[in-house]
């Protein structure tokens, strides 16, 4: 046993290693391809074939509905303006009070001066007699109804164009801001949307909707980063619609705002991967029937929902284009359709 154990098993564990070390570096070094047999048919060397996908010109509907982020915000103080030069003579209202629009709000006088008249007595005496200026009342009135704020005092003095009065309407709008992509889709955007205020009343139709306002008071959207400056704005353009009267909302509560621009049926639709620029004119890659290279092709655009965009001109239903515009030196978008790819 004791010669087993400390010669014969040792002898036997560096025998086995030897062998694995050499059936290693065989395998390593000398074992080329002829060690291995080719399956029956296989290739003789490994390779693919890869094509670029493609997509089919279909028919279709889309729907240009566009969804943002919004914000009740007030409404800003509507400014009156002084329509003359002069003084301030008479005050309508006081400050804090509430008017309705069109009522007056303050009186500016204005003392133009008149030329002296000349009178001659009966024995041809001149005499200048002084006259008194003539006074030129201007009225200031209330641009809305609302809370009215008094910018000037009895007696001041005010040119042409000061702000003397501004009124505060106490109503609310909702606005979001836009994308430069949502922006070209809202360019024939109706009067009206769609919002749903988290929290807040059931959804209700806004009216007046305006597009295109600088950003100064809408907050940015939330992006889930907890160190991100709540106070700035989200962009510098934005759509805007009126609360109804009779709805209930406050300052600051958020929700989404629905705007539907358009729907077309039965349109001939490509992805909007396929086309370079969505806004009126775009590029497609149109691929022949003959497998060749893939030739670019101006075609005009309609409505886009965001996926699939209308097709008006350049193509026909059947055809096939790439479906993602190839990578590399792509030659830029001519016309209004320069928008790149957005999506």
């Known amino acids: 046993m004791g010669f087993a154990k400390h ?3 040792p002898a036997l564990r560096i025998l086995i290693w030897a062998v694995i070390a050499v059936a290693l570096v065989k395998l390593a070094f000398f074992s080329g391809g002829a060690g291995l047999a080719a399956a029956p048919g296989a290739p003789a060397e490994p390779g693919g074939v890869f094509t670029d996908p493609v997509a089919t010109v279909t028919t279709g509907t889309v729907a240009n509905t566009v969804t943002v982020e919004a914000t009740v915000v007030p409404d800003p103080a509507v400014e009156a303006k002084a329509a003359k030069e002069g003084a301030v003579r008479y005050l ?3 400050d804090g009070a509430h008017v309705e629009a069109g009522a007056a709000l303050l009186e500016i006088r204005q003392e133009v ?3 002296p008249v000349e009178r001659v007595d009966a024995d041809g005496n001149v005499t200048v007699v002084e006259q008194k200026p003539r006074v030129v009342r201007s009225t200031v009135v ?4 609302g809370t009215v704020s008094l910018r000037v005092m009895l007696d001041q003095q005010v040119a042409i164009g000061d702000v003397v009065a501004a009124v505060t309407p106490g109503t609310f709008s909702v606005a979001g801001p836009l994308s430069a992509e949502q922006q070209y889709r809202l360019l024939d955007a109706p009067s009206e ?3 749903e205020v988290r929290g807040g009343p059931a959804p209700f139709t806004c009216n007046g909707l305006s597009t295109g306002t600088d950003v100064t008071t809408v907050p940015a959207a939330p992006t889930g980063d907890p ?15 009126a609360v109804p009267a009779g709805t209930t909302v406050f300052p600051g509560l958020t929700g989404t705002m629905t705007v539907t621009a358009g729907q077309a049926t039965d349109v001939l639709v490509v992805p909007v991967t396929a086309v370079q620029g969505l806004f009126a004119t775009g590029n497609v890659w149109v691929v022949g029937d003959d497998g060749g290279e893939p030739e670019m092709k101006q075609v005009s655009l309609g409505l886009t929902d965001g996926k699939m965009v209308q097709v008006t001109e350049g193509l026909a239903e059947g055809d096939t284009v790439l479906e993602f515009i190839p990578v590399g030196d792509v030659p830029a978008v001519e016309g209004p359709g320069m928008m790149g790819q957005a999506f």
């Open 92 to 94: 309508a209202v006081t």
């Open 142 to 145: 209330a641009p809305a109804s």
């Open 227 to 241: 160190f991100a400056d709540p106070a700035a704005p989200g962009a510098t353009v934005q759509v805007r619609c």
């Open 193 to 195: 949307a769609s919002v």
């Open 7 to 9: 010669l014969l098993f």
């Open 113 to 115: 001066p008149v030329d």
